[in-house]
């Protein structure tokens, strides 16, 4: 009998690396930066899995690692969240994959992604491992993993009956097509202008961006979310809303806040709230997640998020 789960997450795993630098370089550049040391950091995919099992859902990832210790480590902070690593898959054709952070002073990040160990996953396994939890509810994926792996899983699971929520990034290199296997597309505002061709001083304002994106993948909500400015969606009827962003006295870590609002608003629609209540819900969220340094560490189960929340 197939194993049912609240949420499977197909992405990448890796292991991120921090350093604090007071700016970017330029080509050229050698830069000092201080602090550089490993942190509970993980890729998208360990991060959404460890934040979905945190919030009390019964979750299971797909992935692929190297047989090293930080595939090793992956696999001890999904399992400590309460994940389900069956389709952790382990192969030494690869290393397990890691990342550079670098921190700004305003606590702003840009994340230099190396060669992730999930080259190696095969749309075989990926279908293998859905066949075998069929019946399942939400399916979360992105392109850490090979984008044609991703939305051929995505496609899969979509044809099983699950609900689908794609989050495109990093962005991608080929053309993605039409979407509309997904139910949920969460980008921020550079992917989503970059994903519809559009120069960076481009006037396009959120609801128009959110409008062409609906029309050119033909996704059923788009949520975009939007710095400091909050966020918004594009429902699957054609209803535009806007979510307030929650500000918070001191910013440490932005790193892998996006990928807890994604966790948090996925958590919200399998609990029952509307993708409204669910993204409201998850501005608190991702509010405490940036107060926290790592990523790992600031995905916080669901009694803390509700006392952060009613504090403010």
């Known amino acids: 009998m197939a194993k049912q789960f609240d949420v499977i997450v197909l992405n990448s795993h890796g292991v991120g690396q921090y350093a604090y630098t007071d ?3 330029v080509w050229g550049e050698t830069l ?27 979750v299971a990832y797909i992935g692929k690692v190297g047989n090293d210790p930080w595939g090793d480590l992956g696999d001890k902070w999904m399992t400590d969240a309460g994940a389900d690593t069956t389709y952790l898959y382990r192969t030494d054709e690869v290393s397990t994959g890691t990342g550079l952070i670098l921190i700004g002073p305003d606590g702003q990040n840009a ?6 160990s999930s080259v190696k996953l ?30 051929a899983g995505a496609k899969y699971a979509k044809q099983l009956g699950m609900t689908v929520a794609l989050n495109p990034s990093p962005l ?34 959120a609801e128009s961006l959110v409008r062409k994106v609906k029309e050119t993948y033909g996704v059923g909500n788009v949520v975009m979310t939007l ?14 809303f806007t979510v307030d962003p ?15 609002f994604m966790a948090a608003t996925v958590y919200g629609l399998v609990r029952g709230k509307t993708l409204e209540e669910a993204m409201k819900w998850a501005a608190g969220y991702a509010a405490l997640s940036v107060t926290i340094d790592g990523t790992i560490p600031a995905y916080r189960p669901v009694a803390e998020v509700e006392a952060f929340i009613a504090g403010l």
């Open 23 to 25: 700016h970017m370089p």
């Open 32 to 58: 000092p930066v201080k602090n550089w040391h490993v942190a509970e950091d993980g890729g998208k995919g360990s991060n959404v899995t460890v934040a979905l099992g945190r919030l009390g859902l019964k």
């Open 111 to 116: 994340i230099i992604d190396g060669d992730s």
């Open 122 to 151: 095969t749309v075989g396994e990926v279908t293998a491992a859905l066949d075998d939890m069929a019946g399942s509810s939400y399916f979360v994926t992105g392109f850490e993993v090979p984008q044609r792996v991703s939305l």
């Open 172 to 205: 991608p290199e080929e053309p993605m097509g039409w979407l509309d296997y997904v139910d949920y597309l969460f980008i921020n505002e550079v992917e989503g202008r970059s994903i519809e061709g559009l120069a960076k001083d481009d006037p396009l304002d």
């Open 227 to 240: 710095g400091s400015d909050g966020a918004c969606v594009l429902t699957t009827d054609g209803a535009f």
């Open 246 to 260: 929650v500000r918070v006295e001191k910013v440490v870590n932005t790193a892998g806040a996006g990928d807890g």
